[in-house]
């Protein structure tokens, strides 16, 4: 059951992104960007830094809050949702819980006000094996030199910070990984290419180089050699964050389906009176519902502060699979018109994909449960 205050967030969610959101998505996937205008109106109404303390300029919400304004953002445009989930965590969570109140100050309040964060962690030859990183960070008299690679980093053409993990002693392994935090206009650091995807055209992933990339020894998150766990921390809201959106996708999808299975006449009525299609579509509802059911358990044994870390990947294994399955048999509702942009069930069915490939794929998920359960 719901609090006063959270089926609050969740209309609030709900009226921003289908007023705001929805009736332009093709314009901005068309566009490959996400208006300022709407980074600006997210901020206004506390999507960024959902989670995190007022001191900080957040709004203060618990996970739950923070998941159900996920899934309607995502029911609005899917690119959108990207963008606020990993600003919100990882980013704005490893500042706020690892950062000093000096690094909160200057680097975690501009984010709750329209700054948007990035999290480099991944590289070209280190994605599901994070402990692979190449990137490296030198000592200097000033602080430390970074030089490296990163691949498929949301939102870094638009942002403001980042977020980002370096090899600080290459002989302690992952124990030599430290985090760092950086603007995105200091010299050496660059974007050296936007990716061209298969959905979430609106939300840019980046291929990013550091040439000697000089940060000062106070853009240190918390102590050296402590990077690896830091990323790690963040395991749980990360997932609870794709599971949501996953789950907000497939929801859109869904009810898109069903208005035009009710609209839809064919044989005498509306293909709704068909049992094929009725089957179809209560088949899609209940997984539907077992998905968010998952992601609103795990939301709220974090704001318990009971550890969710299995239930976290359970819901966004299941939800990222019910997603593919609900956003495809939404086409099959619509047959042919579903398979045209006009209807917009296809853009949802690219956009869902790589929730089953960020934030750790299906088999990393399966591979952690495994490991919970043992």
Avoid at 64 to 74: F, K, N, V
Wanted: net charge negative; aromatic share 8%; hydrophobic share 40%.
């Amino acid at each position: 059951m719901l609090t006063e205050e959270q089926i609050m967030i969740r209309d609030m969610a709900r009226d921003f992104a289908q007023s705001r959101l929805a009736p332009s998505a093709s314009a901005r996937e068309k566009a490959g960007a996400i208006e300022p205008e709407i980074v600006g109106e997210l901020a206004e109404l506390g999507f960024l830094g959902m989670t995190v303390n007022e001191r900080w300029g957040g709004a203060g919400s618990d996970y739950t809050s923070y998941a159900l304004a996920l899934i309607e953002l995502a029911a609005g445009d899917g690119s959108v949702s990207t963008l606020v989930s990993v600003h919100n965590a990882p980013v704005c969570t490893v500042l706020e819980r690892f950062g000093t109140d000096e690094q909160r100050e200057r680097w975690l309040t501009p984010l709750t006000k329209g700054a948007v964060g990035s999290f480099a962690l991944t590289e070209p030859q280190a994605g599901s094996d994070a402990a692979a990183l190449k990137t490296k960070a030198q000592r200097t008299n000033a602080g430390w030199k970074i030089n490296g690679s990163k691949q498929f980093i949301s939102s870094a053409r638009i942002g403001q910070t980042t977020v980002l993990f370096a090899v600080t002693d290459p002989e302690k392994a992952k124990k030599g990984i430290s985090c760092f935090v950086t603007a995105n206009d200091a010299p050496g650091y660059d974007v050296v290419r936007v990716e061209q995807k298969l959905g979430q055209k609106a939300s840019d992933s980046c291929a990013l180089a550091f040439s000697d990339l000089e940060v000062a020894q106070d853009q240190l998150i918390g102590e050296e050699g402590q990077g690896y766990m830091i990323a790690l921390s963040s395991l749980e809201a990360g997932r609870i964050g794709i599971a949501a959106q996953a789950t907000g996708l497939a929801q859109a999808a869904y009810e898109r389906a069903l208005a035009y299975a009710k609209e839809r006449t064919a044989f005498g009525g509306p293909i709704f009176d068909l049992q094929a299609v009725q089957f179809r579509l209560a088949e899609m509802a209940t997984r539907l519902e077992a998905a968010r059911q998952l992601v609103l358990n795990a939301a709220s044994m974090k704001d318990a502060g009971t550890p969710c870390l299995k239930e976290a990947c359970m819901a966004k294994l299941f939800a990222a699979e019910t997603a593919e399955y609900v956003t495809s048999e939404a086409i099959q509702v619509l047959g042919g018109y579903g398979y045209l942009a006009d209807y917009e069930v296809e853009r949802m069915y690219r956009d869902q994909k790589v929730c089953r490939i960020y934030e750790g794929t299906d088999d990393i998920q399966k591979l952690i449960i495994a490991r919970q359960i043992a």
